[in-house]
């Protein structure tokens, strides 16, 4: 990672497959990652436009929406206007490959502009662009009313609309002679393609986006940006199963990790169920596809890269947490409205997901990961204890064998955790980050411990037992709370005090956004309700800074009088957890824990109401759309749901 370009002061457009990115200027110069992407190509590195011979002078550019944005710039034209421009150019620029560029003539004389736009590619793929082995640009033949290049086994072309007066393919220049008169305005459309295909077609930007137009209101006007924000952003992420693509899913992230990443993507669904269950759907049947079923060890599980895990443990296998995500996601999908007949499909896969947890853990306690002789890591054992509890649930909802078994070694899983895992000191204890092969506790103090606070929700809006008893849940709450852990912007990754901490470690010391979510998620629904609101306030406070576009991580520095959040060279901004944080956040703050097949939602809301009032609309629950509304005492109330819906106790 250390040698990806940075990306935090990129202005990136997305509608996946599609990508625009270049600085706040607009100019798009062929150096680092500026350029026009679609599925992973660079389709075009370079679009510099000059106005008689000159750039344009750089005023603003900002995103409109995640795949939008609009440059502003102006140019002194001529001299007799002294030293204010005489011409404003505006150039709003999309992620689905085209480009307007309107010049206005602010002056009180008609104007004679020569325009000139400078176009080059290499075709590179993303990764070898964020490698730096782009190589150099490929030479242009003139092609309809624009230029065209192949190379690279791809080809792409640039029109224009008006077609150019000249076009010169050895200079890669398009060029025009316009005349403005005096407050008049002229637009030129650039369209970038792959040769042969056609306009772009957002899976976000359909007509079938799997979630509702979410939307918050309340005493703190943050709230509603951070929500709008955040929804925008997953459906900019959406992608297509290409051979179901009735399908989608969210991508983990822009630029660095636009395809299927299957822990990220069953996270995100599952943060985003108070959206609906069709997210949840798509990615449980596209994964389902790629699981194992070959008869041997490996049977049931789902496939995923290894992850980096810092200098402290090896890397991780995301498989593993995929496949305990599975059962997970979707017990709590049926509880938040999927139709039974889609439950009944999935199911097999699911039990597959439990068959192989029992197989891979058989006479032993606890969960290696990787497997077999990795260490056993504190998330791993909270990420498989849920998968077991919930899947027992589902499986007896559908008389299914087995689910007394997984209930018994979840206990026996959670005695030993409680002797084991927890590391004895002078300040209360402390959940040991792993076990070594050997046995021994490794005791540092890490951000993966939140993942004892997500135990999962079960039928009629009741929590599962977690894996520590009450006074270590305490426990743990104090240790979040305190400045080691919590920067005030969120949770750092490994603790201030620990030996290795650095707070750009992307995973020993920076702040990721989703566990900062789930802890404030764990945490209120514990009744830790002082801890989680400083989380909240932190993480709104850091989403305001970041826009209300939050990375997936930034550094773990300690929050100060007049600071700002450090943002993470190698961040994914937008990325999917992130965006799906807000969702959790705002919906555990009204605490809403639905049970659609026993016809009840229950309602427990964070009581002290730390963001006073707050109302939320577009949800989905059953189907259909909901709405709370949390007063300033901390009493929430249904405004919408569905008619067979009734309040819970």
């Known amino acids: 990672m250390s040698g990806l370009p940075s990306t935090h002061e990129a202005l990136i457009c997305v509608a996946l497959p599609g990508l625009a990115i270049s600085d706040e200027r607009g100019q798009l110069t062929g150096r680092g990652l500026d350029g026009f992407y679609r599925g992973g190509r660079r389709l075009l590195s370079r679009c510099q436009v000059r106005i008689v011979g000159r750039e344009p002078l750089p005023v603003q550019g900002r995103t409109i929406s995640a795949g939008q944005a609009r440059f502003t710039g102006t140019l002194r034209a001529s001299p007799a206007t002294g030293p204010d421009p005489d011409v404003v150019v505006e150039r709003m620029r999309h992620a689905d490959g085209t480009e307007r560029i309107t010049l206005r003539n602010t002056g009180l004389r008609p104007l004679h502009l020569p325009v000139e736009i400078a176009l080059g590619t290499d075709l590179a793929d993303l990764g070898a662009v964020a490698a730096g082995t782009a190589g150099p640009e490929l030479p242009a033949t003139v092609h309809d009313s624009g230029l065209r290049w192949t190379g690279n086994g791809a080809g792409a072309c640039v029109t224009a609309d008006p077609p150019p007066a000249d076009a010169l393919a050895s200079a890669g220049l398009l060029r025009w002679e316009l005349a403005l008169p005096p407050g ?45 924000v955040a929804v925008d952003d997953l459906q900019a992420l959406l992608v297509r199963d290409p051979a179901h693509p009735s ?7 822009v630029p660095w990790r636009c395809g299927m990443a299957p822990a990220d993507a069953l996270t995100a669904a599952r943060m985003t169920l108070p959206l609906g269950t069709r997210l949840a759907a798509g990615t ?33 296998c995301t498989g593993t947490e995929a496949t305990l ?60 204890y849920r998968a077991a509890l919930l899947g027992a649930d589902l499986l007896d909802a559908y008389g299914r064998p087995g689910a007394d078994e997984l209930r018994q070694w979840a206990e026996a899983l ?24 050997d046995g021994r506790p490794l005791p540092q103090l890490c951000s993966s411990a939140v993942h004892l606070l997500d135990t999962g929700l079960l039928g009629g809006g009741r929590l599962a037992q977690g894996l520590l008893d009450k006074v270590r849940t305490e426990q743990l709450a104090r240790l979040l709370g305190a400045p080691a852990m919590d920067t005030g912007w969120g949770l750092r990754g490994l603790g201030a005090k620990e030996a290795g901490h650095n707070p750009f470690g992307h995973r020993t010391g920076a702040l990721r956004v989703q566990e900062t979510a789930f802890a404030f998620a764990g945490l209120a629904a514990a009744g830790f309700e002082k801890e989680a609101g400083a989380l909240l306030k932190g993480l709104l ?68 109401a730390p963001l006073g009032e707050l109302c939320l609309t577009g949800l989905r629950v059953a189907g259909a759309p909901f709405a709370v509304r949390v007063s300033r005492l901390g009493l929430a109330m249904v405004e919408e749901a569905a008619d067979a819906l009734q309040l819970g106790v």
């Open 284 to 316: 449980l049947r596209t994964l389902a596809r790629t699981q194992v079923k070959a008869p041997d060890a490996r049977a049931g599980l789902i496939p995923g890269p290894l992850r980096d895990s810092g200098a402290l443990l090896p890397p991780a």
């Open 414 to 437: 959670r005695s030993a955790f409680q002797r084991e895992f927890w590391v004895d000191d002078r300040g209360g204890g402390r959940p040991a980050m792993a076990l070594a092969p």
């Open 247 to 253: 399908d989608t899913f969210l991508a983990a992230g």
């Open 325 to 384: 995500l599975f059962p997970v996601l979707l017990a709590e999908a049926r509880l938040w409205g999927l139709p039974e007949q889609e439950t009944r499909e999935l199911l097999p896969a699911a039990e597959r997901c439990l068959a192989w947890l029992r197989t891979t853990a058989g006479d032993g306690t606890y969960l290696a990961d990787p497997q077999p002789t990795g260490p056993v890591r504190c998330e791993t054992q909270a990420h498989a």
């Open 541 to 608: 406070d850091a989403a305001e800074h970041f826009g209300h576009r939050l990375p997936d991580m930034f550094a773990g520095e300690q929050r100060s009088t007049g600071s700002a959040p450090l943002p993470h060279p190698a961040a994914c901004r937008p990325a999917a957890t992130a965006a799906a944080s807000a969702v959790l956040v705002l919906s555990a703050l009204a605490g809403i824990r639905p049970d659609v097949p026993a016809g009840t939602v229950t309602l427990r809301p964070v009581r002290s």
């Open 184 to 228: 008049g305005t002229t637009s030129l459309e650039l369209r970038v393609r792959p040769v042969g295909a056609g306009p772009l077609r957002s899976a976000g930007r359909s007509a079938a986006i799997p979630f509702g137009p979410a939307r918050a209101a309340g005493d703190d006007p943050r709230v509603a940006a951070w929500l709008e």
